[in-house]
């Protein structure tokens, strides 16, 4: 496999690279509109919700914490995910952008 040249774009390019690629399961957007519902839980509770077994929805949480889409508090024995507001400030400010740049182009 090539090299991604990474290198060769700015730190916000790779950022959102980085967010967009962890959204692209539709069991993560399933984990994040859970979490948007409950504010907050453990990963029992989303294994709970999901069709998929502990191990895969441990995995899909970890890509996301990763990527800084959520992120966990340790209570007990469990970790508490909610979602970081951070990187979904993030997110509103990049798709705003694109949203006001295409209302005043007006092409194609």
């Not at 990963?43 to 929805?57: F, R, S």
């Amino acid at each position: 496999m090539g090299a991604s040249k990474t290198e060769h774009f700015t730190d916000q390019q790779n950022r959102i690279a980085t967010i967009a690629k962890a959204l692209g399961h539709p069991a993560r957007i399933a984990i994040i509109e859970h979490l948007m519902k409950v504010n907050a839980c453990i990963c029992g509770d989303i294994v709970n919700e999901l069709p998929l077994a502990q191990p895969t929805v441990s995995q899909h949480l970890k890509e996301l914490k990763n990527a800084g889409i959520i992120k966990g508090n340790i209570e007990g024995n469990s970790i508490c995910y909610c979602i970081d507001e951070t990187t979904i400030k993030i997110m509103t400010t990049y798709f705003s952008l694109i949203e006001n740049t295409v209302a005043k182009n007006k092409c194609c």
